[in-house]
């Protein structure tokens, strides 16, 4: 691809991977150039800019790609290091944010997609596994403000994109996250008050329609 | 030498994960504490540090906990920062980590379905498995390490294909056949395993084939997880 200057982003609406990626820039005031894909019918730039695993978010920074999720979200913390710093300078600290981004990209997002696509016995198995998740996380929330204190940083980014997912969790699933972790709402609620978080966001219930898109794509009732 | 007696190190003997953190704090010249666990019984300590997932490795500095292999891999460089593993330049950081994830998420899997699994399923492992050490070997094209003259962060974490891989191979009886396929893959593991920190850290290599052999026999329901 071209050596162009400037920051572009291949993302798909919906995705918490790339909200990841838009939030952070949002944050660090980066201005960028959207690019929104057709997952079903993926451009040569998508396909050039991450060969081997052909998915969004790619940030693509004078030209040069960038690919995963939080790795994207570690590159834009290191290059544009002057302002809004979402990790924090202590190693030790570091490694925990890094730990919890982590748990979070293991647990969430696979735990929440068996919710929807799953009925009956595996989909309470699954309930009860995302239960377990937001209370291990509420536990690690406490009652700071943040994952990362007083400061938004990592983690919160790692996690706040899928609190437009709970509402489609929930329905799915029958069940309350402010009934089980009720610090995790909160804290959803302080970042929405955010704008990198409260522009990046979509609408749960437009998430849900999604979901209900995809179900009928897979044909699950 | 870094003399830290605050520096202690959860292992299992036969752990690629465990070994990879063993590397890094040898390469920075750390001197640290080394506790074998029994994960058929682990001890309390281990299960205090790591709560979340039970697991080796777990670093303990100065009593605190870090755990995950490629997490440790970061905190050491940053905290002691002789002889650096991780590049300066944001970018090659971001490549740095992209191939270490890509190893330890996608090539650990096709891995382990070709260790566990027999027949077709099997064969689409070790096809998968391919595919990716193509990209791997192309990525290793005109350099000797995947960090560049040197070992560094991204060889640490790709390490354990030079040695465990082969390991899987005899155990299961599979070939990924990297030898005749992947040519700068191959020279990368002859020099990798060279290499005088990797090469007197590592398991002896029959009895790590053995336990592996056993390991398969128990199957899927194996506790012993690794990070």
């Given at each position: 691809?071209?050596?162009?200057?400037?920051?572009?982003?291949?993302?798909?609406?919906?995705?918490?991977?790339?909200?990841?990626?838009?939030?952070?820039?949002?944050?660090?005031?980066?201005?960028?150039?959207?690019?929104?894909?057709?997952?079903?019918?993926?451009?040569?730039?998508?396909?050039?800019?991450?060969?081997?695993?052909?998915?969004?978010?790619?940030?693509?920074?004078?030209?040069?790609?960038?690919?995963?999720?939080?790795?994207?979200?570690?590159?834009?913390?290191?290059?544009?290091?002057?302002?809004?710093?979402?990790?924090?300078?202590?190693?030790?600290?570091?490694?925990?944010?890094?730990?919890?981004?982590?748990?979070?990209?293991?647990?969430?997002?696979?735990?929440?997609?068996?919710?929807?696509?799953?009925?009956?016995?595996?989909?309470?198995?699954?309930?009860?596994?995302?239960?377990?998740?937001?209370?291990?996380?509420?536990?690690?929330?406490?009652?700071?403000?943040?994952?990362?204190?007083?400061?938004?940083?990592?983690?919160?980014?790692?996690?706040?994109?899928?609190?437009?997912?709970?509402?489609?969790?929930?329905?799915?699933?029958?069940?309350?996250?402010?009934?089980?972790?009720?610090?995790?709402?909160?804290?959803?609620?302080?970042?929405?008050?955010?704008?990198?978080?409260?522009?990046?966001?979509?609408?749960?219930?437009?998430?849900?329609?999604?979901?209900?898109?995809?179900?009928?794509?897979?044909?699950?009732? | 030498?870094?003399?830290?007696?605050?520096?202690?190190?959860?292992g299992m003997w036969a752990s690629p994960a465990v070994r990879?953190?063993e590397?890094?704090?040898?390469?920075?010249?750390?001197?640290?504490?080394?506790?074998e666990e029994d994960l058929s019984n682990?001890?309390?300590?281990?299960?205090?540090?790591?709560?979340?997932?039970?697991?080796v490795?777990?670093?303990?500095?100065?009593?605190?906990?870090?755990?995950?292999?490629?997490?440790?891999?970061?905190?050491?460089?940053?905290?002691?920062?002789?002889?650096?593993?991780?590049?300066?330049?944001?970018?090659?950081?971001?490549?740095?980590?992209?191939?270490?994830?890509?190893?330890?998420?996608?090539?650990r899997?096709?891995s382990r379905?070709a260790f566990f699994m027999e027949?077709?399923?099997k064969?689409?492992?070790?096809?998968?498995?391919?595919?990716?050490?193509?990209?791997?070997?192309?990525?290793?094209?005109?350099?000797?390490?995947?960090?560049?003259?040197?070992?560094?962060?991204?060889?640490?974490?790709?390490g354990w294909m030079a040695f465990w891989l082969g390991v899987a191979e005899e155990a299961a009886g599979f070939k990924a056949?990297?030898?005749?396929?992947?040519?700068?893959?191959?020279?990368?593991?002859?020099?990798?395993l060279?290499?005088?920190?990797?090469k007197?850290n590592l398991p002896p290599r029959e009895k790590t084939v053995e336990f592996f052999r056993a390991f398969k026999q128990l199957g899927s329901c194996t506790k012993v997880n690794q990070?």
């Amino acid at each position: 691809m071209a050596s162009e200057k400037g920051v572009m982003l291949l993302d798909f609406w919906v995705s918490p991977f790339g909200q990841r990626a838009r939030i952070a820039l949002a944050e660090k005031g980066v201005e960028y150039e959207y690019k929104e894909e057709n997952l079903r019918d993926k451009s040569e730039l998508l396909l050039k800019s991450n060969p081997i695993h052909k998915k969004i978010p790619v940030l693509i920074h004078d030209g040069k790609p960038i690919c995963e999720s939080l790795i994207i979200v570690q590159y834009i913390d290191e290059t544009w290091s002057d302002k809004a710093p979402l990790l924090p300078s202590d190693p030790y600290q570091r490694a925990q944010a890094r730990f919890w981004a982590d748990f979070v990209d293991k647990k969430v997002f696979e735990c929440g997609g068996k919710l929807w696509k799953l009925k009956g016995e595996e989909q309470e198995a699954a309930k009860t596994e995302m239960i377990e998740i937001l209370q291990i996380l509420e536990a690690q929330l406490g009652d700071k403000k943040y994952f990362g204190g007083d400061i938004f940083g990592f983690v919160d980014v790692a996690f706040v994109p899928f609190t437009s997912w709970f509402y489609s969790y929930e329905t799915c699933a029958n069940f309350s996250v402010e009934e089980v972790a009720p610090k995790i709402v909160k804290w959803a609620k302080r970042c929405m008050e955010r704008e990198s978080v409260e522009k990046t966001l979509p609408d749960p219930k437009k998430v849900y329609e999604f979901v209900r898109y995809l179900k009928k794509r897979f044909g699950i009732e | 030498m870094v003399a830290s007696a605050a520096v202690r190190l959860f292992g299992m003997w036969a752990s690629p994960a465990v070994r990879r953190v063993e590397w890094a704090l040898k390469l920075k010249g750390i001197e640290y504490e080394y506790i074998e666990e029994d994960l058929s019984n682990k001890s309390s300590s281990l299960l205090e540090f790591n709560p979340i997932n039970k697991q080796v490795p777990v670093l303990v500095h100065n009593c605190n906990p870090i755990v995950e292999s490629l997490v440790i891999l970061e905190y050491i460089d940053e905290t002691w920062k002789e002889n650096p593993i991780l590049p300066v330049d944001p970018l090659e950081r971001a490549k740095a980590r992209f191939w270490a994830t890509f190893v330890d998420v996608k090539c650990r899997e096709e891995s382990r379905k070709a260790f566990f699994m027999e027949g077709e399923e099997k064969e689409k492992a070790i096809e998968n498995l391919q595919v990716q050490l193509k990209a791997l070997d192309e990525e290793l094209e005109g350099k000797k390490f995947f960090s560049g003259d040197h070992i560094g962060y991204t060889d640490l974490a790709v390490g354990w294909m030079a040695f465990w891989l082969g390991v899987a191979e005899e155990a299961a009886g599979f070939k990924a056949n990297y030898d005749v396929k992947f040519p700068n893959f191959s020279r990368w593991m002859k020099d990798f395993l060279a290499e005088p920190v990797i090469k007197d850290n590592l398991p002896p290599r029959e009895k790590t084939v053995e336990f592996f052999r056993a390991f398969k026999q128990l199957g899927s329901c194996t506790k012993v997880n690794q990070k």
